[in-house]
């Protein structure tokens, strides 16, 4: 079975700082990752998402995350956090053996310090 | 493209009373839909998945009579609250995706409140 781990659930940072919200996840197949946002009182959306090809992943808003297989983890960054970047983060993994249902991480808070 | 809008975005209901809410895709063809829902402060808890013309699949724990799924179209399931109760009062979020084209990708839509007094 997959499973999702967000081991931060919240994340203070200054603005302007870098972040890093960790995503570690477990599949014995191949699996595609997602990182969602969530602003307050809003719905989801796509931050990005990897498939395949480079590990290396660029989003919306400045984001990134890094695909490790060895590691299993799909960690996301950006070099330099605003304000505005302060929502929910969801990790997502979905893959062949559960029909491509997505599996959820608990989530991280993003709190950005002026 | 691929747009998923959910109506109506907040409602307020009275306890016993049914609420339905509404989740189309405005441009590809939704062959699979999902239904969450989400508390405060928590992740998206799947309720159930449904195939165009099919019935939905429900999640351990979810009540099918409680939660009423219908996708007879394409581009449209809906979601019935039946006999609401204030334990009932979440965030609805559906999603939807083209299982032929894109089976691994799910597109949200922006979510619905439901208060139930």
């Known amino acids: 079975a997959q499973s999702v781990t967000q081991l931060d659930s919240q994340v203070p940072v200054f603005e302007e700082a870098p972040v890093e919200l960790r995503c570690n996840y477990s599949?014995?197949?191949?699996?595609?990752l997602f990182w969602y946002v969530q602003y307050p009182n809003q719905g989801l959306q796509l931050l990005l998402k990897?498939?395949?090809?480079s590990t290396l992943v660029k989003g919306i808003n400045g984001f990134e995350a890094e695909f490790n297989k060895s590691q299993t983890s799909f960690h996301l960054r950006k070099p330099s956090v605003h304000i505005s970047d302060t929502a929910e983060y969801f990790c997502?993994?979905?893959?062949?053996?559960?029909?491509?249902?997505?599996?959820w991480g608990a989530g991280t808070k993003l709190i950005i310090k002026p | 493209g691929a747009v998923v809008s959910q109506h109506p975005s907040w409602v307020i209901c009275k306890s016993g009373t049914s609420v339905k809410i509404e989740c189309r895709s405005l441009d590809f063809q939704a062959t699979t839909m999902f239904w969450y829902r989400q508390f405060p402060k928590q992740s998206l808890m799947l309720m159930a998945t449904?195939?165009?013309?099919?019935?939905?699949?429900?999640e351990q724990g979810v009540e099918k009579d409680k939660f009423l799924i219908n996708h007879a179209s394409l581009t449209l399931s809906t979601l019935t609250v039946t006999s609401a109760h204030p334990e009932d009062s979440s965030f609805y979020i559906c999603?939807?995706?083209?299982?032929?084209?894109?089976?691994?990708?799910?597109?949200f839509g922006p979510g619905t409140r439901l208060t139930v007094l």
């Open positions: 997502a993994v979905s893959g062949q053996n559960s029909n491509y249902q997505l599996i």
């Open positions: 449904s195939n165009e013309g099919s019935k939905a699949t429900y």
């Open positions: 990897y498939l395949s090809g």
């Open positions: 599949s014995s197949v191949s699996v595609y």
């Open positions: 999603s939807a995706r083209d299982s032929l084209k894109l089976p691994f990708e799910q597109f």
